[in-house]
Each structure stands twice: as C-alpha cells, then as structure tokens.
C-alpha cells in the first residue's frame, strides 16, 4: 500500500518495543524524509490495514511521525555517511518532494548534485502548495532542506531553466545526467469572467502568495471552486486570512471528492461550507469586482473515464451565492514551455517517459513525479524521485536501465521479530489545536503523539505479517 515500499507493521512492532531509533532506520531505509510525509502523506497503507475491519485502522502515520520527531531531534548534528565523491554531475530542475529524493539518494552515492529552483525558496509544493498549519517551514528547512544541503547538494533558487539558463547548456555545463522535477505549478482555469475582473485568484497562486507570507484582500465572503487538496487549503486559509464566510462548492458528491478525508473534516470543523452537487455557471461582477457567483444544482449520472460518476445539471436549478472573491482551485498541469521541441510531451501537458525507468527520448535526461504524473501526493512523488535517482546510477555507470530494480512495496519483513500481542484499545486520536485558536492563526493544527500515545497506538497493530508468515509454513 505505500508507494515507497516501507516495512510498516515492522517499524510499528519496534516503536511498541520501545526501539524508537530502530524503527527510524528501518522507516529511513526506504522514506528519507519521515517528518515530512509524518504530516501530509495521504495515508493510503491506513485504508489497507486490517485493524480497521475490527473497529479503526492503526494511526500508521501518526507513529512515523512520533518516530521522525522523537529521534531526528537527537540525531541532527550528526553527518550522513556518502560514498566517495564522484566526478559525474547531475543536475535536477525543481526542488520539490521528486527533485529533493533524488538529490537525496545521488548525493549519499557520491554525485555531484545541482538543483535549478525557479522559486524564491527551496521545496517546490511543500513549500508554496502546503500551507504552515499542515507542514511547519522550521521542519522543511531542519529536516529536509538542511538535510540535503548538508550533503553537498547545491540548490539554486531564483534559477528558471529555459529563461535564466536554457535547457540546452546544461550539458555545456558539465552535467552529465538531468532529473526533471518541476512539478505541477499551472493552474486550471474555466471562463466564468472577463480576465481583467477583480477578486478572482488560481487556487495555485492564492496558496503560494499565503505561504510565501503574503496577504490576499479577499473581502468577507470568499467562494472555492474545486474538491481536491488545493481547493480545500485555499478554503481554511482563507478563513485564517480573516474571511467571515468561506464556501466550497464541488460538483459531484462527497464520496467523489478526491482530497483527503480527513482534512475535509478538519475544514468543516473550522467551519468551511461545503455545497456538494453544485457547479459555477457565471461570475456575477459589479464595477469590475466580484459580487456573488451563479451556480446550477447537479444529478449524478453515468460512470465516466476517471471512473467516478458524471455530474448532470439538473433544469431550473440555478441560484446564487454572495461572494467578494472567488478562488479557482480546479486542476493541476506541469508546465513544460522550456522543453526543446525534440522531447516527447503528451497533449495533457506531462512529459513521456519509460514508466520504469523514467528515461526521457534524450539519453541522459529522467523524469518523474507531478512532471509526469499529473497532480500526485508528495509519496508518489518521492517513490519517483527514488526510482530516478537509481535509473540515474545506473546509466553514469553504464548499466542497462532495462534492469533498474522497481521499488518495491513491501508486506512482510524477511527476518523475525518478537511478537507482540495486540491491545483492544481503540484507535488514539492525534491531539489537535483547539479549534477557537486554529481559525487566528497558521499554526500546525495536528500536534502529534506523545510516547505514551506512540506506544499505545503502535500495540494495536495486529501483526498480520507475521500471520502470513505462519500460514506458509
């Protein structure tokens, strides 16, 4: 269930033993950034734990946090061992989740590693797509920035491959291999209004102006348009940012809202309006400025391709709702206009490349995560990271890339652990931010387990690797 393969019930069986710093390197041998995805992995090893057919699943992502929080804190200082320095140099374009794993894993084997970052600041999405309330910037910075740098890798901000340095003089430059990594950054857009009408923002755009520290006059009332993470982000932001009134409105139903459960929850807690089957139809403006928008009441039809139900208006069905601003969070595309025109592109904007070994058509040059993805969680971006950085290795080594090792995800540890008898207690719920304090301020809402909750949580895992384990004896 995880992209990157880690040993999940064998980090949870050494966090019940207590073994904190065991359960770090076991989850590090395969997530270099625990802290990171501690806090805004989508969780997908949680709808596949079998605890949860009992009561709830075990809070996989709560104890990886514990355990990043817990020990990074006492192993800071210390250097991360690398294999000797190489001579080959590697340049990677973005810095985010995809483009920070690579540089990660090439700078441990010894590469020399350039990253080439159009933004102000390093991190790509988990610096200006995630607001402060769900990814603290100290932890970014201590934990993964910090951490890359400390490698040796050079991260150049400010640097936009294509217009501050063309695509094509990278090799001139001596980089032998590129990882392309830029993500996801081009927001959708549907022609509700005139161009030129105030109080209308790209969701995109909204959250990276918030998360670079600045502030956005939305006026009282604020609409979203959109269901997924972004969409949901802009919405609580907004309410942080002084809004009297914020309303998503989503076309289709709950159950086919594509952002996460659970930070829909926390948004409807903080009191973010949600209005299910409902599409925009017209931007109502006075003078140039917002003034409301017209929406349309939606039916659920026939499956289409994204395998979800099509929403069908319904006749009759328009009204309106006030509004001051309008922020538009609806679809996400890699932007690839610095591209030569020899690369192969698909219509849809992502970059073409071997699904296994993230070769592009031009020898030497991968890529991977939202780049060819699409829109993706910062773990399968990652994963992809991880992946191009061992197709990379192996083509400066002149090996085969036909033969570079998928990661795999992993079930069942090979070696034998102490077994450690499930608790009934139910499921531990993370400590949050009260909620009078949430809605003032961007401070991190979910606060994290202490040991006692770690403990606790992590010994309602029911070991159903071991099981397996037994049934093919």
Sequence with gaps: ACPLGIDIPGYINLVAQGKFEDALVLIEKENPFPAICGRVCHRPCELKCR?????????????KRFVADHTLERRREGVLPRLSRKEEKVAIIGSGPAGLTTAYYLARWGYQVTIFESLPVAGGMLAVGIPEYRLPKEILKRDVLDVVENLGVEIKTNTRIGKDLPFEELSGLGYQAIFVATGAHKSGRIDLCSKRTSGVFSGLKYLREVCLGKSFE?????????????????????LRQGVTRSIIIYRRSRDEMPAVESEIEAAEEEGV??????????ILTRNGKVRGIQCQRMKLGDYDESGRRRPVP????????????????????????????????????????????????????????????????????????????????????GQPLERTPTIKKKTFEELEKEEVEPSEDLR????????????RCFGQVELGFSKHMALREAKRCLRCDLEQKKEQR
């Design 218 to 238: 939305l006026g009282g009332k604020t609409v979203v348009i959109g269901g997924g993470n972004v969409a949901v982000d802009a919405a609580r932001s907004s």
């Design 428 to 439: 531990t719920e993370v400590p949050t931010l009260p909620l009078e304090k949430r809605v």
């Design 273 to 282: 309006e949600i209005l299910y089957l409902a599409a925009p139809v017209k």
């Design 314 to 397: 319904i006749e009759g069905s328009l009204f309106t709702i006030d509004a001051d601003s309008i922020i538009m969070a609806i679809g996400q595309f890699p932007d690839l206009s610095f591209f030569p025109s020899s690369f192969r592109v698909n219509e849809d904007g992502p970059l073409q490349v071997n699904p296994q070994t993230l070769a592009t058509n031009r020898p030497g040059v991968f890529g991977g995560g939202d780049t060819v993805l699409g829109p993706a969680t910062v773990a399968e971006a990652m994963a992809a990271g991880k992946k191009g950085a061992l197709s990379i290795d192996r083509y400066l080594r």
């Design 51 to 63: 605890r949860g057919d009992l009561d709830e699943a075990v809070a996989i992502n709560a104890i």
